[in-house]
């Protein structure tokens, strides 16, 4: 809720208003009391479209519906003017969330129980607005509130009477689509007229989304005609549905609209639980949170008028049942593809009431910059980090010498290991804590304990400096989940600018180190062990421009410390055996014993997710067939693309004098990957290409510049021929990995959202350590990475 401003109603008919609620394009949403205490949602048109006769009759059939609609489970019309020079309309007060906030936002998919009844309670509001002869037409997440005692229907805005509207009238002009295509019936994508059974498909899509947390047809992967396309002829996946509710959605997903029952057969297979508590602890601590602010709320002193403030003037959009979390890119619209008519533009829910965010608004344009800037300094800092710095024991001492590769010395193994063992525990970590405060604590860490291993090495102390090289892994770890977690509540439906950027770095990150640290020469190695905590630090300076946010919903529930000792033991251990192998060049009894023992705490920690109460990466997260997609390709990618860097500089080490290093021709496909990551993928999510044609297009194009990047090398093609090449995969890459970023990680709930961008991260790296450890036990050119290359396409295709 926001204070009024100067040029703010003080009364609109007998309601005294006292806060903002929130703002449209078509009018203004006020929270008011009747003068016996009632509290309700006023809402006032804006007065340019209060002089159009033709509005005005469209705003008055609006108000028209939603009191004809009346009943337990919608939202009853209190009072109305729709003659006065502002015309207004009062509604009840709902004190919730939508559907979309509690599913998608705050809490996850409902357990069956609970959309059991959800599906009771619409079927009834249904047979309420049908009763009235309407047709709800755009029923979905974001129109149904959540309460303590049930659900409510909203937003009658583009509800049509089922006898004939006016021949003038905008409803009913041809090839006009309404609705939002993530809840359209097949008859709604193909045109056709509609009848009560279009809203029962609806109904339908609702409850999967409750009960899985996905859109029916995964609007977010498929531009608009595709997804239409799919809504009309496809059979919707119903993976996940409790097995209990299956034949009743089936049902209510008929494409054959006399195929599916009617709202009164719904409720009547649904009954029973009505008097039950329907939601589960953690939502209703929440509504009542909600419920004692609302009482709580004192009016403030009002704001001072800004330019254009009050009913007549138009406002951008206010956080309201909607928004969504902003993030560093900005918050975005509810699904790609998510279109309405001109006539439900006009009508934002009436009686949808707005809460405060859970985090600030977002400083607009160059803020939000900073903040994504921040988080590239942040993760380019860590994975830096992680090369530069790297030591070898050399005649007993130990020397600051960083190598692409493990080393017989233990403290080379430290940091990798705890960076791979941290990566999901520190995920979840982010997820209790809060993202942006996670991240502050794990890049001061990393910086502190990068001071730490700097005096360790300059005393010549290998405990030392292994313990703060293990430090470093650690703290790394956190900060990097907390930085990609964050990163994805700022591109909530779209991928962009934030992952491109993310994607950029995650590639360039360890070559940079690399680069830097053979440029100089071997005794003046040791001062650039402290550039990693130097970026760290200049990360902290700007951490204000980071969006604040708050912990999990985890009232009450225990965190999983069985679920994280298994999975840090797990990772850490296959990371160990890799790193060995790789470094030996043979599979050793140490490698063979770490890789078992990791494989099985892996496994047992995969069976411990599917119990636990407060699970770190809980099952439904990779149900999602889209995100379970991003997650295997990405793998694929780690093991065929970024393994690669590291003998492409070993094989390129003979090919160019001391003079002019192998890293010459790296230094093109660093810039390759940053342009094609955070410029050219970003623009072309944003003109429509899915992250799946993206990805198809980006894992061919790496495959080709690597192998001919390889064939160069070994026709002594010279520097233009293999910079060529490198950027020919660099463009690639900086593709494929923002569309696998956008793929695994768009829509996230953000309850889960720092223990997925870990496991993700985890898979990345830890299947990178494997296409290592497989060149150097082959040691040769690696032609198997270009295939694994074209392998990762088809799956990424399918």
């Known amino acids: 809720m926001k204070p009024l401003t100067a040029q703010d109603p003080t009364r609109i008919g007998p309601y005294r208003l006292i806060a903002r609620l929130g703002a449209g394009g078509m009018g203004l949403v006020y929270l008011g009391r009747s003068d016996v205490g009632r509290t309700v949602a006023v809402k006032v048109v804006q007065r340019e479209y209060a002089a159009q006769p033709e509005f005005r009759k469209r705003f008055a059939r609006e108000v028209e519906a939603a009191r004809r609609v009346g009943g337990r489970w919608t939202a009853d019309v209190l009072g ?42 619409l079927a009834l509001a249904l047979e309420a607005v049908h009763g009235a002869g309407l047709i709800h037409r755009d029923l979905k997440p974001s129109n149904v509130l959540v309460t303590v005692d049930g659900p409510r229907v909203i937003d009658f805005g583009i509800a049509r009477a089922m006898d004939s509207l006016p021949d003038g009238s905008l409803l009913t002009r041809t090839g006009m689509l309404i609705g939002s295509p993530g809840f359209m019936s097949p008859e709604q994508a193909k045109g056709l007229e509609l009848t009560p059974a279009s809203d029962v498909f609806c109904l339908g899509a609702v409850l999967v989304y409750a009960a899985t947390g996905r859109l029916l047809f995964g609007a977010r992967d498929t531009g608009l005609n595709a997804h239409l396309f799919r809504i009309a002829e496809d059979e919707p996946d119903l993976t996940d549905v409790p097995e209990s509710l299956l034949p009743l959605v089936r049902a209510c997903l008929a494409k054959d609209p006399s195929a599916r029952p009617t709202p009164e057969e719904i409720a009547a297979r649904t009954s029973g639980d009505e008097d039950a508590v329907w939601l589960p602890g953690e939502v209703l601590a929440e509504l009542g949170r909600r419920s004692a602010r609302l009482l709580d709320y004192v009016p403030e002193a009002r704001e001072p008028a800004a330019a254009g403030p009050g009913p007549e003037a138009r406002e951008p959009a206010a956080a309201g049942p909607e928004a ?17 008519s001109s006539a439900s533009a006009v009508t934002e829910p009436v009686a949808s009431p707005t809460y405060p965010p859970t985090t600030p608004a977002q400083p607009p344009g160059a803020s939000r910059m900073r903040g994504l800037a921040v988080i590239v300094v942040a993760q380019l800092a860590v994975l830096a980090g992680a090369v530069v710095g790297n030591p070898a024991e050399i005649d007993g001492r130990v020397m600051p010498y960083p190598t692409p590769y493990p080393t017989p010395s233990p403290v080379s193994y430290a940091f990798a290991v705890a960076f791979a063992a941290m990566l999901v525990p520190g995920g979840h970590v982010a997820d209790r804590l809060g993202r942006r405060r996670s991240l502050v604590t794990g890049v001061t860490g990393f910086a502190m304990s990068g001071v730490l291993s700097g005096v360790g090495l300059l005393a010549g102390a290998p405990p030392l400096l292994m313990a703060g090289r293990a430090l470093q892994g650690g703290f790394g770890a956190l900060a990097t989940a907390a930085a990609l977690a964050m990163v994805a509540a700022g591109s909530r439906s779209g991928g962009g600018r934030g992952f491109g950027a993310y994607a950029a770095v995650s590639a360039c990150g360890p070559v940079l180190g690399l680069l830097g640290s053979d440029a100089l020469s071997f005794m003046a190695r040791g001062p650039l062990t402290a550039v990693a905590p130097v970026l760290a630090l200049l990360a902290l300076t700007g951490v204000r421009t980071l969006p604040l946010d708050s912990p999990a919903r985890t009232d009450g529930v225990a965190a999983d410390l069985p679920g994280a000792l298994l999975g840090f033991l797990g990772a850490g251990a296959v990371m160990y055996g890799l790193v060995g192998v790789a470094w030996a060049g043979e599979v050793g009894g140490d490698a063979v014993v770490a890789l078992g023992a990791g494989i099985v705490l892996l496994l047992v920690f995969a069976v411990r997710q599917r119990a636990a109460s407060a699970p770190l990466l809980p099952p439904y997260v990779l149900r999602d067939r889209g995100r379970r997609g991003g997650f295997l390709t990405m793998g694929l990618v780690g093991f065929g693309v970024l393994s690669l860097l590291p003998p492409l500089a070993d094989m390129m080490g003979d090919e160019f004098s001391h003079s002019a290093p192998w890293k010459g021709p790296m230094l093109p496909m660093l810039v390759a990957v940053a342009v094609s990551g955070g410029w050219i993928a970003p623009r072309l999510l944003r003109n429509g290409m899915t992250p799946a044609r993206m990805a198809v297009t980006g894992l061919p194009t790496t495959a080709a510049g690597v192998a001919l990047g390889i064939l160069a090398i070994g026709d002594d093609s010279g520097y233009a021929a293999l910079s060529a090449c490198l950027i020919v ?9 923002t569309a696998l970023f956008t793929a695994a990680l768009t829509d996230l709930t953000p309850r889960h959202s720092g223990a997925t961008a870990g496991a993700l991260m985890a898979t990345l790296f830890l299947t990178a350590a494997l296409g290592t450890a497989l060149y150097a036990l082959l040691n040769g050119p690696p032609w198997w990475a270009a295939l694994c290359m074209l392998v990762a396409a088809v799956t990424a295709g399918r």
């Open 80 to 121: 109305t003017d729709t003659g006065a020079e502002v015309p207004w309309v009062a509604t009840q007060y709902v004190p919730g969330p939508d559907l979309t906030t509690v599913v998608g936002a705050d809490y996850g998919p409902l357990p069956e129980h609970s959309v059991r009844v959800l599906a009771n309670r």
């Open 324 to 340: 969504r979390e902003p993030g560093p890119a900005g918050p975005v619209p509810e699904a790609p593809g998510a279109v309405a």
């Open 729 to 737: 995969a660099g463009i690639g890459i900086g593709l494929t990995l």
